[in-house]
């Protein structure tokens, strides 16, 4: 960062900056976005990011519906959410800057595709007259660029045509925005070879268009406009920028290792989940095996005869997958096997807003089947937290012999942050015995096996096919505990819904206790699940800042919950329970605890701002 | 693999009490299956039955293997599931034609396409026995039950026609009065390699008794059953006086003496899947002569050996997954 260092006397230092790239579907704001993400993680920027993007593959060109944004909050100190409102946006057509331009903060730096600014665009987006000329954006700071006319400029003299090079424009804003906020060229430029590798005329369009954007910001003055922003100080060691699908995948792969057991996923594709069956397919070297299903029902069946066999069966969906898997969960807890569920969830109901977030999906998580059928439900609340969280549930899972739920949700699937990599030997140590050995004897005094007698885990044997001399029938239909015999007796199936009601609130003896943050002395206590740690922690830390005495806890076991979560709930005179629902964990609380929790909702599919949240705590205490 | 060790019909037989009406079908599929077992060299430990819901979904509780009654319908894709993870278990399907055609149709006619390692038991009795007798898939149009008092009006399902429709590479059918052809035609499902569909006509005494008596009453076997047998005529009548000829139309009877021996269609298993398909289709009603036996058994990629054939080629590219590798195999950076 010579280059940086050398300029310091003209670039301006700040704690952080946040950025929204905004364009249209086709424009490659996604990737634009994701790049300016990973040059800052190597630069070592802490950062947060918010991808956002239309349902619709290609949305009709030009038009508000067709708006992507990728929004990518970096600073030199650790933060927990991509950010409040953005400080700049990067407009590549009318239909963004219509769409974005009440999201960001008032006097931000405005970048404008000028090119894209004609009659038939602004028509599209519904602009009467030209908003670059009308006034709209008077305050704000405006950067002009013919992004398309440069850009195919410099590629005509490469020899790309004018209709591939246009498909280069988002380097050239990619160019410009990274002079602008000083970011370093060499990892974009190194993507960009391996990424295109062997189509060298792509390779060489892209280049110029990102170098063409580098010099428009020196050759049009704008080094007023330069900003820095220093690596954080974050605790030593190798950081990697990963989202939240990535990690759960991967903690899937380390769980796997740890136990011993091969993974097998069983999956249907769906938004925003299918990124973890994607990832999943691509590591069969470790003995993952991944099934496309024909649907959701056979996704969780599969993963489920997996289970039985001894693999540590998955499954992964979104909330409508979770209502079409019902009755398989509910065998799976009749079975006592381990499976592992993981709904990343999005806004309901039905098709709802399969690309936006939202975390309503607790209550089904909870009680979505028939019958008493109580699941585990663990939930991460950061994407790198995917990874730990993975791992906990396979815990859970394969100690307990049940079905875990992981309620993820769209924000944390796609959003990403720099992780500290876990040293594999630092991992939790995960252990599974299979049952070898008779454990009953019949009428006539023989040595049989019962798939029900249980441990003192109150789980049961895990005998899988194969095993000499254990042969044994399994099924839905209620059995008497022990044998396993079927048994329809009015005492047996009520001592059976008890005991797997109590067997499921046992695995709280092996969660350890809430922490509580902030101020414990506090009247307020700020409770969280889910992906709403990042702007509860924000918030929190800007209430403290600002000294109000507000308390934290974030719960990442829903069911059970920690132990000691009555004891810290009862210290407190206000719990307030921001939630991406209409309040279900709060109603959880009340009916557990006859706590008065009061919600604070957001159900938009979009995640809170720590902003938000500050304003709407402090009108909740007030 | 452990030696497999002789066994009877008795070690295959679990301590449970069967529970089906006195007098039904399933009793002897049950023996069939039972006397078959210990002649096909498996051992019962690594034998597994799966079964979704219904009548014949009692199945696996009665066999002295691993067993497990499922959920309706779902029975296909946990075996999906089990024989992918599992290659080395010898697993079976049993259902009748509600669970495997109805409410499980989805599963069944995709774990036939894609070849999974199953044999598949469809038993077939034209009705709904365990929810007391509504219609069922493959019950005939008009027909009087509790839910269609008017007569229904579902055109059925031909389950011949839909396996060898859903690409299945071994489709078959026997019934449930004749046990020496039941073992006959399970052997042979149960030896071929990938998903194996055997529809088994099963009489229901209780809601829809003789459904298949004019096919299967030994007295009319030879005029009404039409055994197919790889690289023979295919022949039938008392003696031996009818046959089936392939034309542009499809599959006809004809009396042999009409056409000539050498018209008649010799039964080819490994063939072209249209002349399988016009055997499906010849019999239009449960009182015309009906087709036995092998209608096609053709060879094509088992799923889960594929499937693990990835994986190990996975590992023979790259080695074995290294856990460290993977978390450092996105760009990263030091802090200090």
Known sequence: MTDTADRTDEIREVERIIIRFAGDSGDGMQLTGDRFTSASALFGNDLATLPEFPAEIRAPAGTLAGVSAFQVHISDHDITTPGDAPNVLVAMNPAALKAELDTIEPGATVIINTDAFEDRNLAKAGYDANPLEDGTLDGYTKIEAPMTSLTKEVCKDIGVKPRDAERSKNFFALGLVSWLYSRPEEPTMIWIREKFKGRDLVIAANEAAYRAGNAFGETAELSASRLAVRPAKLPGGTYTNINGNTALSWGLIAASQQVGLPLFLGSYPITPASDILHELSKHKKFGVRTFQAEDEIAAVGSALGASYGGHIGITTTSGPGIALKGETLGLAVSLELPLIVIDIQRGGPSTGLPTKTEAADLMMAMYGRHGEAPMPIVAPSSPSDCFDVAIEAVRIAVQYRTPVMILSDGYLANGTEPWRLPSVDDLPGLSVEFASQTNGVDDEGREVFWPYVRNDDMARPWAIPGTDGLMHRIGGIEKQDGTGNINYAPDNHEFMVRLRDERIRKIAETIPPLEIKGDADADTLILGWGSTWGAITSAVGRMRAAGDKVAQVHLTHLHPFAPNLGEILGQFENVIVPEMNLGQLTNLLRAEFLVDAQVISKVSGQPFTAGELVARIQEATR | ?336
């Open chain 2, 1 to 336: 693999m452990t030696a497999v060790p002789l066994t009877t019909k008795k070690d295959w037989t679990s301590d449970q009490e069967v529970r089906w009406c006195p007098g039904c079908g399933d009793y002897s599929i049950l023996t069939a299956v039972q006397l078959l077992m210990p002649e096909i060299e498996r051992r019962r430990e690594d034998t597994v039955f799966i079964s979704g819901i219904g009548c014949a979904a009692r199945f696996p509780y009665y066999m002295n293997t691993y067993g497990m009654h499922s959920i309706h319908g779902r029975s296909p894709a946990i075996a999906t599931g089990l024989a992918m993870a599992r290659p080395d278990l010898d697993v079976w399907v049993v259902g009748g034609d509600g669970d495997m055609l109805s409410i499980g149709g989805n599963h069944l006619i995709h774990a036939l396409r894609r070849n999974v390692n199953l044999t598949i038991l469809l038993f077939n009795n034209q009705i709904y026995g365990l929810t007391k007798g509504q219609y069922s898939p493959t019950s005939e149009v008009g027909k009087v039950t509790k839910s269609t008092p008017m007569g229904s009006l579902d055109y059925p399902f031909n389950p011949i026609s839909l396996a060898l429709g859903a690409e299945a590479t071994f489709v078959a059918r026997t019934h449930d009065m004749d046990r020496g052809h039941m073992q006959e035609v399970f052997r042979r499902a149960h030896a071929h390699k990938g998903a194996a569909l055997v529809e088994v006509y099963q009489n229901c005494n209780v809601f829809n008794d003789g459904a298949f008596g004019a096919l299967t009453k030994r007295d009319s076997r030879d005029a009404m059953l039409i055994d197919l047998k790889h690289g023979e005529p295919v022949r039938f009548g008392v003696e031996q006086e009818r046959g089936v000829i392939i034309t542009d139309n499809g599959a006809e009877i004809v009396n042999v003496a009409d056409v000539g021996e050498d018209k008649i269609h010799v039964h080819d298993e490994n063939a072209d899947r249209g002349v399988a398909f016009a055997l499906s289709r010849l019999a239009k009603d449960r009182v015309s002569p009906t087709p036995m036996g092998v209608f096609s058994a053709i060879d094509r990629q088992e799923y889960g050996d594929a499937a693990s054939a990835q994986l190990a080629a996975a590992q023979e590219a790259n080695g074995p997954g290294d856990l460290n590798a993977l978390l450092h195999s996105l760009p990263t950076w030091d802090v200090s």
